[in-house]
C-alpha cells in the first residue's frame, strides 16, 4: 500500500505546549499535504510541501520533508485548545488527477 | 471564490434500500471532483473520482456508484444498501490539471445503514 501512516495515532498535551506528528510513506512523491478534520467535519487543507522543500511554515504550522526516509513531521507549536482535531497527511504521487492519499491521522487533544 | 455543498448531512437508512447522495460545487469550473469515505477512526478511501462530465473512475469495487450528470455535480448512489456501507462520506473537489492535488472537501455525510 502506497497509504501514509501517522504516528502517533493519539496525542493528549496540556495547552501552551507543543504537538509533534508524524507520517511516513513507501514510494516518492510529487508533494506531501497535512489537513485537519474537527470532529464530525469535512478536512480542511493546512500546508502542502513539495519534494524538493524540507522545511514550511505557515502561522503556527512547521512541516519539514525528509525524502530520503520517506517521512513529514508537523509541527504545532504554543497549541490551543482549538487545535483539538485530527490531523491527517496525505501523499500526492503525481498524475492529473491529482489524487491523494491519506493516512489514518492522529487525534490530538489540548487539555485547557 | 468557490464552495462545495454537500447534502444530506445525516441519514439513516433500513438494509435493502437506495440511497443518493449529492455534492454541487460554485465558483469554478471543469473541476476534478472525488468521493471519499471514512469508516470511524479511520483515514480516508477514495471511492470515485471525476476528471469530466460522464467521467467516473472506481477506485474499490463495491455497492455504491457514482454519476456527474453536469459539470460541478457529483451524485453517490446505491441500488441497495449493505450494513457495511455505513460511514462518513465526504464529497471534494481540485483544480483539474493542477499538479498539487489540493483537495477542498464538503462537510460530509453522516449515513447509518440498519
Known amino acids: 500500500s502506497q497509504q501514509g501512516e501517522e504516528d502517533p495515532q493519539a496525542l493528549s498535551i496540556q495547552e501552551g505546549e507543543n504537538a509533534t506528528m508524524n507520517c511516513s510513506y513507501k514510494t516518492s512523491i510529487n508533494n506531501l499535504q497535512w489537513y485537519r478534520q474537527n470532529s464530525g467535519r469535512g478536512l480542511v487543507h493546512l500546508i502542502l510541501?513539495?519534494?524538493?522543500?524540507r522545511e514550511k511554515h505557515s502561522g503556527r504550522l512547521r512541516v519539514t520533508l525528509d525524502t530520503s526516509k520517506k517521512s513529514s513531521s508537523l509541527l504545532i507549536t504554543a497549541s490551543r485548545a482549538a487545535d483539538t482535531a485530527s490531523y491527517f497527511c496525505?501523499?500526492?504521487?503525481?498524475?492529473?488527477?491529482?489524487?491523494?492519499?491519506f493516512g489514518k491521522g492522529t487525534k490530538l487533544s489540548v487539555k485547557p | 471564490s468557490q464552495t462545495i455543498h454537500q447534502w444530506p448531512a445525516t441519514l439513516v437508512q433500513p438494509v435493502g434500500s437506495p440511497l443518493s447522495l449529492e455534492c454541487t460545487v460554485e465558483?469554478?469550473?471543469?473541476?476534478?471532483l472525488y468521493w471519499y469515505r471514512q469508516a470511524a477512526g479511520r483515514g480516508l478511501q477514495l471511492l470515485f473520482y471525476?476528471?469530466?462530465?460522464?467521467?467516473i473512475s472506481s477506485e474499490v469495487p463495491q455497492n455504491l456508484s457514482a454519476s456527474r450528470p453536469q459539470d460541478r455535480q457529483f451524485i453517490l448512489s446505491s441500488k441497495k444498501l449493505l450494513l457495511s456501507d455505513s460511514g462518513f462520506y465526504l464529497c471534494?473537489?481540485?483544480?483539474?490539471?493542477?499538479?498539487?492535488?489540493?483537495?477542498?472537501f464538503g462537510e460530509g455525510s453522516r449515513l447509518t445503514v440498519l
Open positions: 465558483g469554478t469550473s471543469n473541476p476534478n
Open positions: 510541501i513539495r519534494s524538493n522543500e
Open positions: 496525505a501523499t500526492n504521487y503525481g498524475g492529473s488527477q491529482g489524487n491523494l492519499i
Open positions: 471525476s476528471v469530466g462530465i460522464g467521467q
Open positions: 471534494a473537489w481540485s483544480v483539474n490539471g493542477g499538479n498539487t492535488g489540493e483537495l477542498f
